[in-house]
């Protein structure tokens, strides 16, 4: 066998363990590398014809029973820096939110309890413009300031807020056709703005994962919310009023904990999950005309 061209790069890795949802084949190849590298890295896959994947920490992805057959760039081992600049913090892509969120309290700041409970990375809370809720002003668009990206072919570019158009559980970096289509986030600049003291942090934090706790399965494999809210209702308020919950395909179940959520009981697949978010779907369009829009991102397939 070739051996490979970058020390930070395997082949044929499971990529199950590396979601929330503990679903997914193999990639064909998986790098986890430097920021400099980066550039040089893109070159190979381009010149390979390799697509290129990015995954933070799984927690927003549905991937293929099949696998990957390119290159994924998991990035929640590496960049992962997080220090002061001034009045902002400045985050690797690859930093997980729980870290944000106490990095900001320790420096004295509130704005970021929110974070507490979201599992993702840096990286990803750009990408989806992570958050609270429709309508509710906590949101990755409200204490970011920009971004620095590199580009499909290896150029660096930086990006203030106003130019990513950060809306509920969407960025300009979702949009295949925009400016920044299969950018890569390597770093974010936060705006550390609300002093506060650290009582009410602490307590707000806590009060945060309190809430989810009552409220979200937590001790099965999920990906967190699967709909988008439409038109500003709750999709779990749909799915329950259909009687979903705990409706099963294979060992995927709406979960009966929160409708919008589904569980992997221990063996799920993704076909089982795609068939249940179909199933789920077409019954609650056949009963309330309501067509739900998938949050998770699928990728390969
Ligand atoms: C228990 C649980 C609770 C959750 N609660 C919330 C919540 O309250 N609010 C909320 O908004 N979400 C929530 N989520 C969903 C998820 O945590 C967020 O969407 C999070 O921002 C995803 O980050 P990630 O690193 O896991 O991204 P991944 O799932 O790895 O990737 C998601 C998308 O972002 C892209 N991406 C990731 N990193 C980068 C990067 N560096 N550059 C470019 N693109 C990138 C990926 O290619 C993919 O398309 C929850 C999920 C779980 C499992």
């Not at 010149?47 to 994924?72: E, H, K, M, Q, T």
Request: net charge neutral.
């Amino acid at each position: 066998m070739a051996a490979l061209p970058f020390p930070f790069l395997r082949e044929n890795v499971s990529l199950a363990p590396f979601t929330t949802w503990r679903i997914g084949g193999p990639a064909r190849f998986l790098a986890e590398p430097p920021a400099e590298a980066l550039p040089g890295l893109l070159a190979w896959a381009r010149a390979g014809g390799l697509p290129v994947w990015i995954l933070g920490r799984g927690s927003n992805v549905l991937i293929d029973d099949d696998g990957l057959p390119g290159l994924i760039i998991l990035t929640r081992n590496i960049w992962q820096d997080i220090r002061r600049e001034g009045d902002c913090l400045v985050a690797g892509a690859g930093a997980s939110l729980p870290r944000l969120s106490k990095a900001a309290a320790a420096e004295g700041f509130s704005g970021y309890e929110f974070y507490i409970g979201i599992p993702g990375t840096v990286g990803g809370a750009v990408f989806m413009n992570a958050g609270f809720g429709p309508g509710d002003p906590r949101d990755t668009r409200a204490v970011l300031v920009d971004v620095e990206l590199v580009r499909p072919d290896g150029d660096s570019v930086r990006a203030a807020v106003a130019d990513l158009h950060m809306d509920y559980r969407h960025s300009i970096l979702q949009d295949a056709d925009g400016p920044f289509a299969d950018a890569i986030v390597t770093r974010a600049r936060f705006r550390l703005e609300h002093p506060g003291d650290a009582a009410s942090i602490r307590d707000e934090t806590r009060e945060h994962l309190a809430d989810r706790k009552r409220k979200q399965p937590l001790t099965r494999p999920t990906a967190g919310s699967v709909f988008r809210a439409s038109d500003g209702v709750p999709a779990a308020i749909h799915i329950d009023r259909a009687g979903l919950k705990g409706f099963r395909i294979g060992d995927a179940c709406v979960s009966p904990k929160h409708a919008n959520w589904i569980e992997n009981l221990g063996k799920a697949s993704a076909a089982d999950v795609r068939a249940l978010i179909r199933h789920v779907r077409e019954t609650v369009h056949a009963i309330f005309g309501v067509t739900l829009e998938p949050e998770v991102r699928e990728m390969g397939g």
